[in-house]
């Protein structure tokens, strides 16, 4: 058994695609070996800047010796079947064996494959991965037709201590010969290394100022900046995006803090952290009271001879042009109100089919003020204030610039206005939540925010569905499943007694002017979207998407509230001996109604004849439902959904008195429909909590 080593080397491999393509290759090589025949034991991925890596332990020299045996034609077929078996098995009728069978005699071949040596197969694996290896982007260069993430150097491959024979043909002449020897960092150690295997990689990589490992890369910056922070008094601003990416833009890191100009302290600190994780790719450091300090930290590639003073210089420097502008755009901006600004939303089109965002503010407007009224709390002034400034900042210079900080931005403008504080805190959070790690507005602390969110989120989601653009398999250009999921929480989470149906027709109806649809059917197909979008929300929170189903099948319920309150008390009946069994009642009803319905090719068996009853066990089960009948309607429409599976409990030993000592297909034809009748109340009544038939588990 032996290690194989794999280094792809080239120019930087950009940060975030990194971790899919280390992924990606032991997929891929791996896969190539399992397809050969060849075992392996256990796998190692790296990935820095210039080098993807991969390490296989316990290659054994050549893969075994495989025995095939292929059944052919019966003696006597035609001489074309035998001829394409012979051609399919590659051997003669000689090599072939005429074995006797209950079928007859059957020709048998058996196919021997000799094993083939390790390093050969090893080879093709490395080049067909590399043909068929997919980068999200990728180039050609020099004369060659063959691409990769940015040019490739060169293609180290250790087998057992020696470099692999040969070379990966890549197509049309573009070659990349299998060596033994790597380089290391760029700047400080660019010397060709010999290696041997994967221990001798790994320290003489790190002896040429190379950290190999991401994991120990981002401990390395996590460690060194938190160091430095804590020298001043200061803590480093959790992030774990920016810390990922970082670790793959360096191989040496070296973390290094800087100051922040104080003049630039005056600007609101997300445009300082934006400015600097996104352009400058820095972390914010914190005071002990959460305030933003001022200094960074940025993390250099290589150690200097003056300790990283020159480079702690250059990135002030750097910063120090980039707050200019963020400053400039901060003062500029506030020379003119939001709603002054918001005329100029005209010139911004939302989408070509749907009018400009000014026309959705309009609509966002009209909505949000009719929302109010399901938003306890909201005031109808400010929830139209909010709505009609919500966009307003698009067309502010610090947004044109930073995109990301949009409704943030919204907010301190709108504070610089003179606006009330609930109105500029439902601008820069109308948005959320934007996933399901995001904070939802909360009808407690802002209403106007739920208002003027649910009022964005509906109104996208009806103009696009009214086009046509919907969400299809993992396209979703428009975000609408997390609009939608964005309602869901809005609702559930503020108890929003909202009826989806009407909310949404209301939306479309905004449209009048822009788009003309069949409303009923958009909404129709909306409440659809709805279902699907809430029983992946309330999957991840353990709840059974059967149950869910059955409580929309019933077509009339849109108050997600009282929806998710009748699945809760499904759920917990169901738990019950009572309610398990009179599950699989109902389901024995159903199903012996379906079948005599098709066998008689009637639609339904009518109404129940109490004068036909013959048995005991008849009338008790028609009593139990005629009193249900009288209970169950009231409990639903007070929504006590407990107490409405409690009394269908109830139903558990009438039901199961009827099935032990009644025969449903009775001779007498009478009595065979009513008693099928009676089976069709039974299904009929429980259908009015929620649809058991689509119940599955």
């Known amino acids: 058994m032996a290690e194989f080593l794999l280094e792809l080397f080239s120019e930087e491999i950009p940060a975030r695609m990194q971790a899919r393509a280390a992924e990606e290759l032991t997929k891929r090589l791996t896969g190539h070996l399992s397809e050969a025949g060849l075992g392996f034991g256990s796998t190692r991925s790296f990935v820095t800047p210039r080098r993807l890596v991969l390490v296989i332990d316990a290659v054994p020299p050549r893969s075994p010796d495989v025995t095939e045996e292929r059944k052919g034609p019966r003696e006597g077929a035609p001489e074309k079947a035998m001829q394409g078996f012979l051609a399919a098995t590659g051997l ?150 920016l810390l990922d990416e970082v670790a793959g833009l360096v191989e040496w890191p070296v973390p290094l803090i800087g100051r922040i100009d104080e003049a630039f302290m005056e ?151 003179g606006e009330s504080a609930q109105v500029a805190e439902a601008i820069a959070r109308h948005y959320a939540p934007l996933g399901p790690n995001d904070a939802c507005p909360s009808a407690a602390d802002n209403p106007a925010a739920v208002a003027v969110s649910l009022a964005d989120k509906l109104d996208s989601l009806a103009g696009f569905f009214a086009i046509g653009e919907k969400p299809t398999g993992s396209r979703d250009p428009f975000a609408l499943r997390r609009a939608a999921l964005g309602i869901i929480r809005l609702i559930l989470e503020n108890g929003l007694r909202l009826a989806l149906t009407k909310a949404l027709g209301a939306a479309l109806k905004l449209y009048r002017d822009t788009v003309r649809v069949d409303r009923g059917a958009v909404v129709a197909d909306l409440m659809h979207f709805f279902a699907d979008r809430l029983t992946v929300s309330l999957r991840e929170q353990g709840v059974r998407h059967d149950l869910i189903d059955a409580v929309f099948a019933l077509g009339d319920e849109d108050d997600l509230v009282r929806l998710l309150a009748r699945v809760r008390a499904l759920t917990d009946f169901l738990a019950t001996e009572d309610g398990a069994n009179l599950l699989v009642a109902y389901r024995r009803a159903a199903n012996i109604a379906r079948i005599e319905r098709k066998k008689d090719t009637v639609d339904g068996f009518g109404a129940v004849d109490t004068s036909a009853f013959a048995q005991a066990e008849e009338r008790a089960l028609a009593d139990a439902l005629d009193g249900l009948a009288a209970t169950l309607e009231p409990a639903l429409t007070a929504e006590d959904f407990a107490g409405a599976m409690a009394q269908l409990a109830a139903l558990r030993g009438p039901v199961d008195a009827f099935f032990d000592q009644v025969t449903v297909n009775a001779d007498d034809p009478d009595l065979r429909r009513n008693r099928l009748a009676l089976l069709e109340t039974i299904t009929a009544t429980m259908d009015r909590i929620a649809v058991f038939a689509r119940i599955t588990e």
Not at 278 to 286: D, R, T, V
Not at 304 to 325: H, I, P, W, Y
Not at 374 to 391: F, I, M, Q, T, Y
């Open 267 to 417: 600007v609101p600190q997300e445009v300082l952290v934006t400015s600097m994780r996104s352009h400058q790719k820095y972390f914010a450091l914190s005071r002990p009271d959460g305030s933003l300090a001022p200094y960074f930290i940025t993390v250099a590639n290589r150690q200097t001879v003056d300790g990283g003073v020159a480079v702690r210089e250059g990135n002030e420097r750097v910063l120090r042009a980039r707050l200019s502008d963020a400053t400039f755009f901060w003062d500029t901006d506030r020379q003119t109100s939001l709603r002054a600004r918001a005329a100029e939303l005209e010139k911004i089109t939302f989408h070509a089919r749907l009018g400009t965002m000014d026309q959705k503010v309009d609509r966002m407007q009209a909505l949000a003020v009719a929302l109010a009224k399901a938003v306890p709390g909201a005031d109808p002034d400010r929830v139209a204030s909010a709505a009609r400034l919500a966009k307003a900042d698009l067309v502010t210079g610090m947004v044109g610039e930073f995109p990301e900080l949009q409704g943030i931005m919204g907010r301190y403008y709108a504070l610089a206005d």
């Open 92 to 241: 003669t009728l000689e090599r072939c064996t005429l074995r006797q069978t209950p079928k007859g005699n059957v020709w048998y071949a058996v196919i021997e494959r000799p094993g083939r040596p390790a390093a050969e197969i090893l080879a093709e694996a490395v080049t067909e991965t590399l043909k068929g290896f997919h980068w999200p982007k990728s180039m050609r260069w020099a004369d060659g037709s063959f691409r990769w993430v940015r040019p490739l150097h060169h293609v180290l491959a250790v087998f057992g201590g020696a470099a692999l024979p040969g070379a990966a043909e890549v197509g049309n002449g573009t070659r990349f010969p299998f060596t033994a020897r790597t380089r290391g960092h760029r700047f400080l150690a660019p010397e060709p290394l010999g290696v041997t295997g994967f221990a001798d990689y790994a320290r003489k990589l790190h002896a040429a100022f190379v950290v190999l490992d991401p994991v120990e890369r981002k401990r390395i910056i996590r460690s060194g900046a938190e160091a430095l922070a804590a020298a001043e008094g200061l803590t480093v601003r959790d992030d774990p995006g």
